[in-house]
């Protein structure tokens, strides 16, 4: 196996300066008072090795490292400790218009940035034109990229990025610029270099793009590399540790406790309790609740999301017809889903019970428990939907 990249002991410190602009009588009375400039981690102690033509998703918080991590790699930014090795050319783009003059124009800082990559100018002049059409900004390259809005930096600087052909390609949210029609464009240029063998770190915070695109994935939180593995698996780490710990991931109870939901149980479909379901098999949910009083006509619901947070079913017993009569005491409810059509990855289950009108929750478990399915077949996308297929000759 071929590593094109490998990282030992990666670490970035960054001097804090205080409040305001620096200035020599601040500076000289921090040298008599003793005191140090206080020191910021944004990397520290980070070691991996990337194989070649390998696509790997960079995700975690803002601050959390993610950008210090792809500029020491492109060797933009000088590591406070630890090393990267390389093997092949890279191309990057870490930040928006970086590298660009912006007094020169699009044309002259396509040469520019070519030659900062260390390609001949006559290569970059004879991929001029697919990098202007790439770009779409044939109508406006000979201007001064200080009047380019930042939808036309991105596409200038990832058309530089992708048609110089690099060995490994670094994007850092290239995809949170620029309109529909550009991000198509931008993945279709990434799937083919995929195809191709192309070694590619990939930071978004677009999850789903993560799950779908990459081959592994890096969580970075607070500067430290802290798992490393399936898209699946890191986002879902990801999502029920670090976002729910800091309240960003919409995790919650409530309701009026008229009834409460006393425990939620999830079952395959022998009976079992188990949180590894099998695609194609069923799920079997039991609801166990307690009505404070009596209640008449309470409808149950339950909803499943994706890993990162993409709503992909939900249904209640008024939705399918099925009437509760009244409740009062304990009791259960069951709902079973067979076949289960959901594909291999991590999932979150909510469940609820609430007024036939809605206007009453009595009690909401949001995102309550979470869930695995398994496919023995590798089957592409998110859902497992019945198809048959036929074959018939055509006569001649």
Same mark, same amino acid.
Request: some cysteine; glycine content about 10%; charged content about 25%.
């Given at each position: 196996?071929?590593?094109?990249?490998?990282?030992?002991?990666?670490?970035?410190?960054?001097?804090?300066?205080?409040?305001?602009?620096?200035?020599?009588?601040?500076?000289?009375?921090?040298?008599?008072?003793?005191?140090?400039?206080?020191?910021?981690?944004?990397?520290?102690?980070?070691?991996?090795?990337?194989?070649?033509?390998?696509?790997?998703?960079?995700?975690?918080?803002?601050?959390?490292?993610? &950008? $210090? %991590? /792809?500029? #020491?790699? *492109? @060797?933009?930014?000088?590591?406070?400790? =630890? !090393?990267?090795?390389?093997?092949?050319?890279? &191309? $990057? %783009? /870490?930040? #928006?218009? *970086? @590298?660009?003059?912006?007094?020169?124009? =699009? !044309?002259?800082?396509?040469?520019?940035?070519? &030659?900062? %990559?260390?390609?001949?100018?006559?290569?970059?002049?004879?991929?001029?034109?697919?990098?202007?059409?790439?770009?779409?900004?044939?109508?406006?390259?000979?201007?001064?990229?200080?009047?380019?809005?930042?939808?036309?930096?991105?596409?200038?600087?990832?058309?530089?990025?992708?048609?110089?052909?690099?060995?490994?390609?670094?994007?850092?949210?290239?995809?949170?610029?620029?309109?529909?029609?550009?991000?198509?464009?931008?993945?279709?240029?990434?799937?083919?270099?995929?195809?191709?063998?192309?070694?590619?770190?990939?930071?978004?915070?677009?999850?789903?793009?993560?799950?779908?695109?990459?081959?592994?994935?890096?969580?970075?939180?607070?500067?430290?590399?802290?798992?490393?593995?399936?898209?699946?698996?890191?986002?879902?780490?990801?999502?029920?540790?670090?976002?729910?710990?800091?309240?960003?991931?919409?995790?919650?109870?409530?309701?009026?406790?008229?009834?409460?939901?006393?425990?939620?149980?999830?079952?395959?479909?022998?009976?079992?309790?188990?949180?590894?379901?099998?695609?194609?098999?069923?799920?079997?949910?039991?609801?166990?609740?307690?009505?404070?009083?009596?209640?008449?006509?309470?409808?149950?619901?339950?909803?499943?999301?994706?890993?990162?947070?993409?709503?992909?079913?939900?249904?209640?017993?008024?939705?399918?017809?099925?009437?509760?009569?009244?409740?009062?005491?304990?009791?259960?409810?069951?709902?079973?889903?067979?076949?289960?059509?959901?594909?291999?990855?991590?999932?979150?289950?909510?469940?609820?019970?609430?007024?036939?009108?809605?206007?009453?929750?009595?009690?909401?478990?949001?995102?309550?428990?979470?869930?695995?399915?398994?496919?023995?077949?590798?089957?592409?996308?998110?859902?497992?939907?019945?198809?048959?297929?036929?074959?018939?000759?055509?006569?001649?």
């Amino acid at each position: 196996m071929t590593i094109a990249i490998e990282v030992h002991g990666l670490s970035k410190a960054y001097r804090k300066q205080g409040v305001g602009v620096p200035t020599l009588y601040k500076t000289l009375a921090r040298i008599l008072q003793g005191r140090e400039l206080e020191e910021f981690w944004a990397l520290r102690d980070v070691s991996f090795e990337v194989p070649k033509g390998a696509t790997i998703g960079v995700i975690g918080p803002n601050g959390s490292g993610k &950008s $210090s %991590l /792809l500029g #020491l790699i *492109a @060797g933009t930014i000088t590591p406070s400790a =630890g !090393r990267v090795h390389t093997v092949g050319r890279i &191309s $990057s %783009l /870490l930040e #928006l218009g *970086a @590298g660009f003059h912006p007094e020169m124009s =699009g !044309r002259e800082n396509v040469i520019l940035n070519a &030659s900062i %990559l260390g390609i001949p100018r006559e290569d970059v002049v004879r991929k001029m034109d697919k990098i202007i059409d790439f770009a779409d900004l044939r109508d406006f390259i000979d201007m001064p990229v200080k009047h380019y809005s930042s939808g036309m930096y991105v596409r200038l600087g990832f058309a530089v990025a992708v048609e110089t052909d690099p060995d490994i390609l670094l994007t850092d949210e290239v995809l949170a610029v620029g309109d529909v029609a550009f991000q198509n464009k931008c993945m279709e240029r990434l799937h083919d270099f995929k195809r191709r063998g192309k070694t590619m770190l990939f930071v978004s915070h677009a999850l789903e793009t993560v799950h779908q695109f990459c081959d592994e994935a890096f969580l970075i939180l607070d500067g430290r590399l802290v798992e490393r593995g399936s898209p699946s698996d890191v986002i879902f780490s990801y999502l029920k540790g670090y976002m729910l710990r800091i309240g960003k991931l919409h995790v919650e109870e409530f309701g009026t406790r008229q009834i409460t939901i006393d425990d939620v149980v999830i079952q395959d479909q022998s009976g079992t309790e188990t949180t590894e379901l099998k695609a194609g098999e069923a799920l079997v949910v039991d609801i166990h609740y307690t009505a404070h009083e009596r209640i008449e006509t309470p409808v149950f619901g339950f909803g499943i999301k994706s890993a990162n947070g993409i709503h992909i079913f939900g249904s209640n017993t008024q939705c399918e017809a099925y009437t509760v009569p009244e409740v009062h005491g304990k009791g259960r409810v069951r709902v079973r889903v067979e076949p289960l059509q959901l594909r291999e990855g991590n999932f979150f289950l909510s469940v609820a019970c609430h007024s036939p009108d809605h206007k009453v929750q009595y009690h909401r478990l949001e995102d309550w428990l979470a869930f695995s399915v398994v496919d023995d077949v590798d089957r592409a996308g998110m859902l497992l939907l019945n198809n048959q297929w036929e074959w018939q000759p055509e006569s001649g």
